[in-house]
């Protein structure tokens, strides 16, 4: 151990002589000890590590900004694709008007669409614009994925009525098979159609668009007619609500349900459960609000049953 400690000291206490010899000119000679020397190789590491660690941050911030503008440019083409999808989707609903339209069908556009459904569209074209007028750095993934789900829900509502002018074509000499004629539900009638009183204490009477049927939880509910789903899912004020089109200018909608069976585009035969008796959306307890619309508008649905 003493050798090595002396060993060491000598070698840092010896003299190291470093000469530079040009080809012209006097020779130029520097004494250094051995621990000047050690000290200067440890900073010229210390350097070079230094500049290593510099040149790959330098070489990360580069590969990450390339990286990130060509998620741009992915993310760009994405959007583009996106908006032309959503024209397409606007274009097929203006030929299915022209479709209803040939085929005599109501109005040549949806009837009875709640006005939660149609504040709902409204709201959605106005998010679209507004999430492809932002900047890609002020892209909002969350909204992003949202707005693709609210195209394919467009999309398969979209479907849902070219299946309805199919079902219509084939089955307008059936029109009594689309005429609501049985009750929704075998509970009670709890509220009538007309004018009441608001049921949550406000002193403005309200028009009441339907029937109030009063059962137990999870009671059955069943279509009234043949027709085609058009909407099931939230509708603000209505909750849980599905939305059937019988064509011949007939529509039913069911709402405050829980449970629903069906889904948009399937085709529902008279006395077909479709969902159950809920409370859901403003409601004061469980019951099944029942409307049903002739051309466009509400008419009391005790004139369709007995």
Do not use: C
């Not at 009441?208 to 027709?227: C, E, M, R, V």
């Amino acid at each position: 151990m003493a050798k090595k400690s002396n060993s060491i000291h000598r070698f840092l206490s010896d003299r190291v002589d470093i000469i530079i010899m040009p080809r012209a000119g006097a020779a130029r000679k520097w004494k250094l000890s051995g621990l000047t020397l050690l000290l200067l190789a440890a900073a010229w590491l210390g350097l070079t590590l230094g500049a290593l660690w510099l040149w790959s941050k330098a070489y990360d911030y580069h590969l990450t900004r390339a990286d990130n503008k060509l998620m741009r440019v992915k993310m760009q083409l994405i959007s583009d694709e996106l908006e032309r999808g959503r024209k397409y989707l606007t274009l097929t609903q203006t030929t299915e008007k022209q479709m209803r339209q040939m085929l005599g069908m109501p109005g040549g556009k949806f009837i009875n669409l709640p006005k939660g459904l149609q504040e709902k569209a409204r709201k959605e074209d106005e998010r679209a614009q507004k999430l492809f007028g932002s900047d890609l750095k002020d892209f909002d993934t969350e909204e992003f994925e949202k707005y693709v789900n609210d195209m394919q829900d467009a999309a398969e509502e979209r479907l849902a009525s070219f299946q309805e002018i199919a079902w219509y074509y084939a089955n307008r000499r059936e029109g009594l098979n689309s005429t609501p004629s049985i009750r929704p539900s075998t509970a009670r009638i709890s509220s009538g159609f007309g004018y009441r009183k608001d049921p949550f204490g406000k002193p403005i009477g309200k028009m009441h668009n339907g029937l109030d049927f009063a059962g137990k939880p999870d009671s059955s509910i069943f279509a009234t007619a043949d027709g085609v789903v058009r909407h099931t899912g939230w509708v603000n004020g209505y909750g849980q609500a599905v939305l059937i089109d019988h064509g011949f200018g007939y529509s039913t909608l069911y709402a405050h349900t829980t449970g629903i069976k069906v889904h948009p585009g399937d085709v529902v035969k008279r006395g077909q459960q479709i969902a159950f008796m809920g409370t859901t959306g403003r409601s004061t307890g469980t019951h099944l609000h029942y409307e049903v619309w002739k051309d466009g508008r509400p008419v009391n649905p005790r004139d369709y049953f007995k």
